[in-house]
């Protein structure tokens, strides 16, 4: 897969395309991308992706702005795997922002990044003050030359599919609705770094893993998959959230305990499938009592994660 970044983009020949933030990746994003990558092997061109990095609420609002659902790195490996040839990452500044919707159809993506063929959302608005909608789309692809699509949005046993309803679900706890409107469990990816080795202290070592942001989508105490520390998927009990009992900076940390695995993840770049919540953070009055609940969540992890085994999850 080819990456493209900021803009102006220099040519690189025709394509099929489609334009969106892609947060997370959802049932919803990965229909339309199924639906883009099948136009394009008809047409003969690759399939590419239009998206914007930062999100556009977090250049206008960043006090509102949502959690994000996946960090760069988990958008464009997601992206390949769906089959995208070229990802046109185009930095959003305010100049950017500011482009007519002329513009933005004439001069970024017919010209710029050569669109033969555009596949939005039913909703898409664009431009300067998103005054562009899909009636202009398509009166702008008929002077520019390719031709615009809408797709209606997608529904998941008759909820709607969409980045604000997964991160409500995860917000809320309910790791299961989550996993159905994405596909797949909800996961956070990165790089283990070292920590203050309280874990190991107390009997518990934990793999920390480095978090890109520090407003995540959902906090906690969680029964984990984890994959990229052996050949196989393994058991973690996680940490997700800012350690009350230990530090008091308000700093986000990511702790996994693997019970079923001794050995160095030290710049291992893991992934973490988030499976069911067992609870919210709670602060102790002291390292007794946090460990004997670490001990009961170890437990009920092993019990959640061995009935997972036998009854898989649809």
Known sequence: MQVFRGAPFLPAGPCALTIGNFDGLH?????????????????????????????????????????????????????????????????????????????FAGDIVSSQIGARYVLVGDDFRFGKGRTGDNSQLALFGHRFGFLAEAMPEIAVDGRRASSTAVRNALANGELALAEQLLGRPYRISGRVVHGQKLGRQIGFPTANIQVKHNRPPLTGIFVTEIHGAGPGPLLGATSLGQRPTVDDSGRIALEVHLPDFDGDLYGRHLQVDFLHKLRDEEKYAGLEPLIAQIKRDVENARA???????????
């Open 304 to 314: 959640f994660y061995r009935e997972r085994i036998i009854l898989p999850h649809p």
């Open 27 to 103: 049932r919803g994003h990965r229909a339309m991308l199924d639906r883009l990558v099948g136009e394009a092997s008809r047409l003969g061109l690759p399939a590419a992706v239009l998206t914007f990095e930062p999100h556009p609420r977090e250049l206008f609002a960043p006090d509102s702005a949502p959690p994000r659902l996946s960090s760069l790195r988990e958008k464009l490996e997601l992206l390949r795997d769906a089959g995208i040839a070229r990802v046109y990452l185009a930095h959003f500044t305010r100049g950017f922002a500011s482009l007519s919707a002329e513009a």
